[in-house]
């Protein structure tokens, strides 16, 4: 079993910037793909990142592309999300979740959900000034 902690949330500014942490431990697997979703009040949860097993694909959905930037510490069993440029429109809540699969150690998905097995409790960000 994985299990995923995420941190670094917070009330931001319009351009500010952040850093989410998602915490794993208890895998058994050599690789997991680790991936970034948010879910704003409202609306479905969406994909906004992901980064591979091995660490050397990581992908972005449109909407943060050149603001987002996702990496790992292996030493650490800790995947980061950093956001710079923040919006309004970035305010939600953001979950880390971790697959397993295969298909998923030199590649990744940013949806559909269910491509993930194992999900963090979510941490709140929220751009406002």
């Known amino acids: 079993q994985l299990q995923l902690v995420e941190s670094g949330g917070g009330l931001v500014q319009p351009g500010g910037s952040l850093r989410l942490s998602c915490a794993s431990s208890?895998?058994?697997?050599?690789?997991?793909?680790i991936g970034w979703f948010r879910q704003a009040p409202g609306k479905e949860r969406e994909g906004v990142s992901c980064?591979?097993?091995?660490?050397?694909?990581?992908n972005y959905v449109e909407s943060v592309k050149g603001r987002f930037t996702i990496s790992r510490d292996e030493a650490k069993n800790t995947v980061y999300l950093q956001m710079n440029s923040l919006k309004p429109e970035d305010t939600a809540v953001y979950y880390c979740?971790?697959?397993?699969?295969?298909?998923?150690?030199?590649?990744?998905?940013?949806?559909?959900?269910?491509?993930?097995?194992?999900w963090g409790q979510g941490t709140q960000v929220t751009v406002s000034s």
């Open positions: 979740a971790g697959s397993i699969s295969v298909m998923h150690v030199n590649d990744c998905p940013t949806g559909p959900l269910n491509e993930y097995d194992y």
């Open positions: 208890g895998s058994t697997a050599d690789y997991y793909a």
């Open positions: 980064i591979s097993g091995t660490g050397s694909r990581a």
